[in-house]
């Protein structure tokens, strides 16, 4: 079993950055491959990034590539979400999640968090 629980989230301007964390409780963190995704108001939830055990291969939806960053730090059971030149169009509850195996991009994620909210005004 793996509780997550996210932080960070808030109002930014655009252009402005964020750093989303994520903290996962449970002895076998370092298995799971982890996953950010968001949901905007009326949109299905969509992929935005993903990292494997190690930390040795990231995935990223093309919206965010060269604008977010993924990492981990299995020593404090936590995984990161860094945003710089964020967009109104980024705006979205973003969850983290947490599989067994290799990082995929779909949202086939045994555990999920419960959300932090990220605004962009523009």
């Known amino acids: 079993q793996v509780q997550l629980v996210e932080s960070g989230g808030g109002l930014v301007q655009a252009g402005g950055s964020l750093r989303l964390s994520c903290a996962a409780s449970g002895r076998t963190f370092s298995r799971y491959a982890m996953g950010w995704f968001r949901q905007a108001p009326g949109k299905e939830r969509e992929f935005v990034t993903a990292i494997s055990w190690s930390g040795g291969t990231t995935y990223y939806a093309d919206s965010v590539k060269g604008r977010f960053t993924i990492s981990r730090n299995n020593a404090k059971n936590t995984v990161y979400l860094q945003m710089n030149s964020l967009k109104p169009e980024d705006t979205a509850v973003y969850y983290c999640?947490?599989?067994?195996?290799?990082?995929?991009?779909?949202?086939?994620?045994?555990?999920w968090g419960q959300g932090t909210q990220v605004t962009v005004s523009s």
């Open positions: 999640a947490a599989r067994p195996g290799v990082p995929t991009s779909n949202i086939l994620y045994d555990y």
